[in-house]
């Protein structure tokens, strides 16, 4: 009789093995695993607040009291929308958002989500930092209050050509990992958390001619993206406010503008004097080149957020805080991969003299370190629109 209790134990627990291998195989689709353990460092009676990004923006996967030390998610449902919404990719990456608030402070992390090499456990210590709450209705939840995007055309590359100048411009993306910044306002300051990546580059060329008096735009279709979310703590409430790039187009486009003198720059790039060049009277020799691989970009973001703040969408404080922190969106990829490079070269006549203006801008989501932005000026000394300007050089038509 007992050997056979045990004979019978062992074929109960080779079932129950045979059927947790099954289920585990119809949840991950016979892949890798979707499951993620987040483990939770002095963060016991802390409100929590788990969000994971979809193709079609955040959604609340979980709200309520830290009580214990871990938590268990199932990214399968994530993994399947992403799967679907890009096949020809094998889906992409995701954003795992997880905020947490106590005592009038919050402490906010984000962690990539790659299908390919899922991490197994997240490990999170809080770093808490305050934040504005208001009195509210009861209950403990999370809700998103609004979401807009837009898709824009943004200059990847300006060159304005003041004088006689021609040229040929070329930009292409390296096969890399393209990142795009994640922005979080929490009532007080913006800051980023984490990175998007609409896709992998294909190596896409664009080469359009520079023509003489002439501002060319290289540009490209970019998706900005607006949540605003409502977090609710039993009585008390505040505001997330979410800026990032869910999608872009394949390729580049190009256009230009012939009137020079009214050319603007994006907001908050400077114009700086790099050089000045003198071209040789060797016909071969005509030219002066610019080649370079890119690290990390600056974009136009402000136009976005003032166009939403108009309409009532983004809040004003939210919009002020941006302008006074001269907020971009930052290209970059954080394989240290460059993902963009770009060759300019100019022409002219032999024994013109020229000089070269390059855009920067400072950003104060980098602490005010530079970023790149791709703005030139080409302009001719002594010569603007084929007239002869006053002094010894070239006055100004290059905007600043």
Same mark, same amino acid.
Not at 24 to 39: A, M, N, R, S
Not at 50 to 62: A, C, E, S, T
Not at 277 to 304: A, C, H, M, W
């Given at each position: 009789?007992?050997?056979?209790?045990?004979?019978?134990?062992?074929?109960?627990?080779?079932?129950?093995?045979?059927?947790?291998?099954?289920?585990?195989?119809?949840? $991950? #689709?016979?892949?890798? @695993?979707?499951?993620?353990?987040?483990?939770?460092?002095?963060?016991?009676?802390?409100?929590?607040?788990?969000?994971?990004?979809? @193709?079609?923006?955040?959604?609340?996967?979980?709200?309520?009291?830290?009580?214990?030390?871990?938590?268990?998610?199932?990214? !399968?449902?994530?993994?399947?929308?992403?799967?679907? *919404?890009? @096949?020809?990719?094998?889906?992409? $990456?995701?954003?795992?958002?997880?905020?947490?608030?106590?005592n009038g402070s919050a402490s906010f992390h984000t962690f990539t989500v790659d299908w390919s090499k899922l991490p197994a456990r997240i490990v999170i210590t809080p770093r808490y930092r305050t934040v504005?709450?208001?009195?509210?209705?009861? #209950?403990?939840? *999370?809700?998103?209050?609004?979401?807009?995007?837009?898709?824009?055309?943004?200059?990847?590359? *300006?060159?304005?050509?003041?004088?006689?100048?021609?040229?040929?411009?070329?930009?292409?993306?390296?096969?890399?990992?393209?990142?795009? !910044?994640?922005?979080?306002?929490?009532?007080?300051?913006?800051?980023?958390?984490?990175?998007?990546?609409?896709?992998?580059?294909?190596?896409?060329?664009?080469?359009?001619?520079?023509?003489?008096?002439?501002?060319?735009?290289?540009? !490209?279709?970019?998706?900005?993206?607006?949540?605003?979310?409502?977090?609710?703590?039993?009585?008390q409430f505040f505001y997330e406010e979410y800026i990032y790039v869910p999608r872009m187009s394949r390729g580049f486009h190009h256009g230009w503008a012939y009137d020079v003198e009214k050319t603007t720059t994006p907001p908050g790039v400077k114009l700086e004097l790099v050089?000045?060049?003198?071209?040789?009277?060797?016909?071969?020799?005509?030219?002066?080149?610019?080649?370079?691989?890119?690290?990390?970009?600056?974009?136009?973001?402000?136009?976005?957020?003032?166009?939403?703040?108009?309409?009532?969408?983004?809040?004003?404080?939210?919009?002020?805080?941006?302008?006074?922190?001269?907020?971009?969106?930052?290209?970059?990829?954080?394989?240290?991969?460059?993902?963009?490079?770009?060759?300019?070269?100019?022409?002219? !006549?032999?024994?013109?003299?020229?000089?070269?203006?390059? #855009?920067?801008?400072?950003?104060?989501?980098?602490?005010?370190?530079?970023?790149?932005?791709?703005?030139?000026?080409?302009?001719?000394? #002594?010569?603007?629109?084929?007239? *002869?300007?006053?002094?010894?050089?070239?006055?100004?038509?290059?905007?600043?």
């Open positions: 009789m007992v050997g056979m209790d045990k004979r019978l134990v062992t074929v109960v627990l080779l079932a129950i093995l045979l059927i947790s291998a099954a289920i585990f195989h119809i949840d $991950t #689709g016979g892949l890798k @695993p979707t499951w993620v353990t987040v483990e939770l460092k002095d963060a016991k009676d802390a409100f929590i607040f788990i969000k994971v990004l979809y @193709p079609d923006g955040f959604r609340g996967i979980y709200s309520g009291r830290v009580k214990w030390d871990t938590i268990m998610l199932n990214l !399968r449902d994530v993994k399947m929308a992403w799967e679907a *919404q890009h @096949p020809e990719e094998h889906g992409t $990456t995701s954003l795992l958002m997880i905020t947490l608030v106590k504005t709450l208001e009195s509210g209705e009861t #209950g403990i939840y *999370q809700s998103r209050v609004a979401l807009e995007e837009r898709n824009v055309s943004v200059p990847f590359v *300006q060159v304005i050509v003041a004088g006689e100048s021609y040229g040929i411009v070329d930009i292409g993306e390296i096969p890399a990992s393209m990142a795009f !910044r994640v922005y979080l306002f929490d009532g007080l300051n913006w800051s980023s958390i984490g990175h998007t990546y609409p896709g992998v580059g294909n190596g896409m060329v664009c080469n359009p001619m520079l023509e003489p008096n002439s501002t060319l735009f290289i540009e !490209r279709y970019v998706t900005y993206r607006y949540e605003r979310w409502k977090i609710s703590l039993d009585g050089g000045q060049f003198k071209l040789s009277q060797n016909p071969l020799l005509r030219y002066y080149d610019i080649t370079e691989e890119v690290d990390r970009l600056g974009l136009e973001l402000l136009p976005f957020l003032e166009e939403l703040a108009s309409e009532g969408v983004v809040s004003r404080t939210a919009l002020e805080s941006a302008r006074d922190m001269n907020l971009m969106m930052i290209l970059e990829s954080p394989s240290n991969k460059p993902p963009l490079w770009f060759s300019i070269t100019v022409f002219g !006549r032999g024994g013109r003299e020229y000089s070269v203006f390059r #855009g920067h801008v400072s950003t104060g989501i980098l602490n005010g370190e530079d970023v790149e932005v791709l703005v030139f000026c080409f302009a001719e000394n #002594g010569v603007v629109n084929g007239t *002869q300007t006053s002094g010894n050089g070239w006055d100004g038509v290059c905007p600043s």
